[in-house]
């Protein structure tokens, strides 16, 4: 007797599924609508496929002319308003995105792929996959050339003790395993609160001068250094003053990043170890 049971439903050609840097399964089908929650993501989708992107968080603000809907901030996104843009995939980061908004918007329906990055290798590695894998498309020309940029980095010999702080009042410094610090540490600068346990510590200035720093690096974000907010707090310490897009940011900022934050702590170097250090980091930079 013949079996007339029904097959069991099968994906559509399209279709599959793959892990995300968390190792959470993601279910995708052809991917031509992409909301980003993620500055650095965002930048990094709209140069590769320009029109791929449907949704930015308000925080976006690279490349300067993106034009596509607002969806609030990396901590407090307009989910419904994500679920009305009806993207194939939405991108996360575990780091600048809330699990509760990441968990509403799956529960919608939606496939998300959330980032892990704390390293540069860990950066060059999670967009090559989010690109080709999770989005489709074709490994770009900027993120080869990340990274025969980074691998032209030459630290000093002797790298500087740097203190690093991301936020005034309170004061809160970079600690163990973040992707800016580990940028630092290669350019020869690495933080000096690398072994704490906490990441990002909140730690009041007293002792972070009286920790006897080489070197204060202020970042312009998230919080905003200045020449006249933030170096007056460390008297006799060096500052160097760098882009924080540069320092934090993972995508086409990369490509450039070695050259312009090496310029910026070697304008400083000098004045702590001599030219020497300077020139060490100016040489790799040289060997792009």
């Not at 892990?116 to 900027?142: H, K």
Request: hydrophobic letters at 45%; proline letters at 11%.
């Amino acid at each position: 007797m013949a079996d007339h049971r029904a097959d069991p439903p099968t994906d559509p050609p399209a279709a599959r599924t793959l892990q995300d840097d968390l190792g959470l399964a993601v279910r995708l089908g052809a991917v031509r609508r992409v909301v980003s929650l993620v500055p650095s993501l965002t930048e990094a989708v709209a140069v590769t496929a320009p029109g791929l992107l449907v949704g930015a968080t308000d925080w976006c603000t690279h490349p300067a002319d993106l034009m596509v809907a607002r969806i609030g901030g990396t901590k407090n996104p307009d989910v419904p308003a994500i679920v009305a843009l009806a993207p194939d995939l939405v991108l996360a980061n575990e780091e600048e995105n809330r699990l509760p908004d990441l968990d509403a918007l799956r529960a919608a329906g939606l496939p998300v792929w959330v980032t892990g990055i704390r390293t540069l290798d860990e950066a060059l590695a999670s967009l090559d996959r989010m690109l080709g894998l999770a989005c489709g498309l074709p490994r770009p020309a900027w993120l080869d050339e990340a990274e025969a940029a980074w691998r032209g980095v030459r630290p000093p010999a002797r790298p500087l003790r740097a203190v690093v702080p991301v936020w005034r009042r309170p004061w809160m410094v970079l600690g163990r395993d973040t992707f800016a610090g580990d940028l630092l540490r290669q350019l020869g600068a690495p933080p000096l609160h690398a072994d704490h346990p906490e990441r990002y510590p909140a730690v009041p200035v007293g002792e972070l001068n009286a920790a006897r720093p080489d070197l204060v690096v202020l970042p312009d974000e998230p919080y905003r250094f200045t020449a006249e907010d933030g170096p007056e707090a460390f008297p006799g310490v060096p500052a160097a003053l760098v882009s924080g897009r540069h320092l934090t940011w993972y995508g086409p900022s990369l490509a450039e990043a070695p050259t312009l934050l090496a310029a910026q702590l070697a304008a400083r170097l000098p004045a702590v170890t001599g030219a020497e250090h300077g020139e060490a980091i100016r040489d790799g930079d040289g060997n792009r």
